[in-house]
Structures are given as structure tokens and as C-alpha cells.
């Protein structure tokens, strides 16, 4: 990965085939003026596809990457269709719901051949999805919440609308941040698509997490 020049805040990515072992890397980096910045994120297989903070192997003061494991999550969806061009995310009470979906581990869409398996109703154009869940916070602190998508989306925390995507557009992440307490909350993620491709992501990352983005 080739991120040099003098420049603000960039994030340069790539993808490599690596073999099982020990793997030695290397990141340089220098900054002319002002406060330097570096993160080295990974992920792949071992990830199960989050990016997280790459740390050593090698060093024996390296703490370990989450200081509370975050447990599994499992979403609950609900899938709605609309007799009319959607243009941002509706009022669910206004549409009809083709079908619904539970126990699915995480939020990670990024076809809509994933929608149309877990609601073979799905329609291709102008629908609208909800997915309900909840997040058990053990570490208490600020965390993020990102909701990436196409079309629009939001994330509605406790009853209360935390990050707002809505629109048409392409694949695009909003995050917002949240001082959170110990205990269970309640997770509301909606989004549509008017047509094309669709996309859904949802990550969030804190104190439970060590820092890195998790779904």
C-alpha cells in the first residue's frame, strides 16, 4: 500500500492473498508540519470480514484487541414494498410488508440476491427494509455508529434517531457518535432502495470494541 505525499487524513487500501503463519510487516510513515496521523486496519478471513486495528504478534506488552468481546448479534428484518416511487425512506405504516426474516447475524448487505434469500418476496424496485435488534454495551464511553447504503438508511438508537443517510444515492457511510452506558439497547435500522443496486452496512465501534469498526 503506496499512501505517500504530503496530504490530510487519506486512507489507502489493498488487497493481497496471504498464507497461513507469521506474516512480518512494516508501515513507515512521516509527516513535514502539523500533527501526524497513521491507523493500519486489516481484514479478511480471520476478521470475518470487519476491519480492525492491526496489532502485533510479536510484541508481549500488546494488549488484547477488545477489552469487553462484544457478543453476537442477532437481527430480526422486516421487508416492505411501496405502490409508489420512493424517493426517502417512507412511513413504514404506509406500506405493506411481503415478508420477514430473524436470527441473522449481522447487517452486511451488498446484493440484492441477500435480500431476495432471506425474503424471496423482496421486490426488485421501491422497497423498504427494518431490521431490529440490540446491542449489549459492557464498557461504558463514547462509541460510533456508521450505516453505510444505497439508497437511504438511518439508525435509530433507544427511540431516538441517532444517524440520518437518507436520500438517493450510491453507496455512502454517515456515522455518529453516542456517550453510552452499560446495558441493553434497542437497535432500529431502516433504509430503502428505489431501483439498481442495493446496499447495507451497519458497523460500530467504542470501548467494547477496542477502536476497531465491527458489524
Known amino acids: ?63 488484547s484487541e477488545t477489552k469487553y468481546p462484544p457478543e453476537r448479534s442477532n437481527w430480526s428484518l422486516r421487508m416492505f414494498k411501496s405502490d409508489k416511487a420512493l424517493r426517502v425512506i417512507p412511513d413504514v405504516s404506509m406500506l405493506k410488508m411481503v415478508g420477514e426474516a430473524e436470527d441473522i447475524p449481522k447487517i452486511a448487505f451488498s446484493r440484492f440476491s441477500q435480500f431476495r434469500k432471506l425474503v424471496p418476496e423482496t421486490p426488485s424496485s421501491n422497497y423498504m427494509w427494518v431490521f431490529y435488534g440490540s446491542l449489549r454495551i459492557k464498557g461504558e464511553g463514547w462509541y460510533s455508529f456508521c ?8 439508525i435509530i438508537l433507544d427511540g431516538t434517531l441517532l444517524v440520518s443517510n437518507d436520500g438517493l444515492h450510491g453507496a455512502k457511510r454517515v456515522c455518529s457518535s453516542r456517550k453510552m452506558e452499560r446495558g441493553s439497547h434497542d437497535v432500529v435500522v431502516e433504509g430503502f432502495q428505489a431501483g439498481g443496486g442495493v446496499y447495507q452496512t451497519v458497523t460500530y465501534s467504542g470501548p467494547d470494541t477496542g477502536g476497531a469498526r465491527l458489524y
Open 147 to 154: 450505516t453505510t447504503s444505497d439508497d437511504g438508511s438511518r
Open 1 to 63: 500500500v503506496d499512501n505517500k505525499g504530503r496530504h490530510g487524513d487519506k486512507t489507502m487500501c489493498k488487497a493481497k492473498r496471504v498464507p497461513r503463519g507469521m506474516v512480518k510487516i512494516k508501515a513507515k510513515v512521516f509527516s513535514s508540519s502539523g500533527h501526524p496521523i497513521m491507523h493500519v486496519m486489516w481484514k479478511g478471513p480471520d476478521t470475518d470480514g470487519n476491519t480492525k486495528i492491526l496489532r502485533s504478534m510479536d510484541s508481549k506488552k500488546a494488549s
